[in-house]
């Protein structure tokens, strides 16, 4: 059964380092999303791709957080530096044409 | 922007219960998921439900997209049904954008 997958699957790192995760969407799905879930809230997205192309970024903290596709496949999210406020779960999750949205196991980040 | 409420926040159940739980929505959508997040955090597919009706063995969901909610039944509860269980919507407004609810977090004891 087709899945997403996403490395690492925890992440502990000290504040102002760099730290970057990764998603491989399931094959055939142009539409790719990652989403910041903080303990006990519900996920909230921070970017949305289009094959390559950034669709929807609205929510991302640009002076610290980036993100690419560059050949419309799999994708990074990197921070740098990381603060304290960035623990939390990144879920990464790809669609069919805006259609029914499957999400990887996420990796959990801890910032110390 | 669009306000997605579910409810209850938390709920409690003996094993063998039947539960509702409710997504509420302010504005149109395009589509509407329910996922159930595990104790690991991964978020499960339960339902793709934009409107009507549809069952999956214990579970079932209704959406009513014109009075703007949505309903996701438990029957027979177990144990391993408790976690937390998220609806999203995806709306248009001047682009596609996707919003989560709070959660429900449902506990399901033996």
């Known amino acids: 059964e087709a899945e997403v997958a996403q490395s690492p699957r925890y992440k502990i790192t000290e504040k102002s380092q760099a730290v970057a995760f990764w998603c491989d969407p399931i094959s055939g799905h142009a539409t790719l999303y990652w989403y910041r879930q903080i303990l006990g809230q519900g996920p909230e997205l921070l970017v949305q791709?289009?094959?390559?192309?950034?669709?929807?970024d609205s929510q991302l903290p640009k002076d610290r957080f980036s993100a690419e596709r560059l050949k419309g496949v799999d994708s990074t999210l990197k921070i740098q530096p990381a603060e304290l406020g960035d623990s939390a779960m990144y879920l990464c999750?790809?669609?069919?044409?805006?259609?029914?949205?499957?999400f990887g196991q996420g990796t959990r980040l801890t910032v110390v | 922007g669009i306000q997605v409420e579910q409810s209850p926040p938390d709920l409690i159940l003996q094993e063998g219960a039947n539960s509702t739980l409710r997504c509420n929505f302010s504005?149109?959508?395009?589509?509407l998921q329910w996922f159930h997040q595990n104790p690991w955090g991964q978020l499960i597919n339960l339902f793709y439900?934009?409107?009507g009706t549809k069952q999956n063995g214990r579970l079932s969901a209704t959406t009513v997209a014109t009075e703007r909610y949505s309903l996701l039944y438990i029957s027979s509860s177990q144990t391993t049904d408790s976690g937390v269980y998220f609806c999203?919507?995806?709306?248009?407004?001047?682009?596609?954008?996707?919003?989560f609810g709070a959660g429900t977090r449902l506990f399901v004891k033996a």
């Open positions: 439900i934009p409107s």
């Open positions: 504005d149109s959508v395009n589509n």
């Open positions: 999750a790809s669609s069919k044409d805006r259609a029914e949205a499957f």
């Open positions: 999203a919507v995806d709306y248009y407004t001047g682009g596609f954008k996707t919003i």
């Open positions: 791709f289009q094959d390559e192309s950034v669709v929807d």
